[in-house]
């Protein structure tokens, strides 16, 4: 049987004194996992959410889209 879309796919919500300060999801594709959207005040905010994602799911492949320029990726 196959799985429903809301079975296969979580976000997280990171709240601040009472307000939304960072999200992100998670969704199955192909044989693994995609992170994102992520959403997030500064870069530590969303390496926080992005690593909670990998530690969460194992050995299982994980792909991360960006929408920086090549050049101005993190590295």
């Known amino acids: 049987m196959a ?10 919500i990171r709240e601040q004194n009472g307000e939304i300060a960072a999200w992100s ?4 594709f192909g044989h693994g996992y995609v992170i994102g959207p992520v959403g997030a005040g500064g870069e530590m905010a969303a390496r926080a959410l992005i690593a909670r994602w990998i ?3 194992g050995s299982e492949f994980r792909r991360i889209d960006d929408h ?3 050049n101005q990726a993190a590295s």
Do not use: I, K, M, V
Not at 25 to 28: A, H, I, N, T, V
């Open 3 to 12: 799985e429903s879309a809301e079975e296969n796919r979580q976000g997280l």
């Open 68 to 70: 920086l320029p090549s």
């Open 55 to 57: 530690s969460d799911n």
């Open 25 to 28: 999801f998670l969704r199955r």
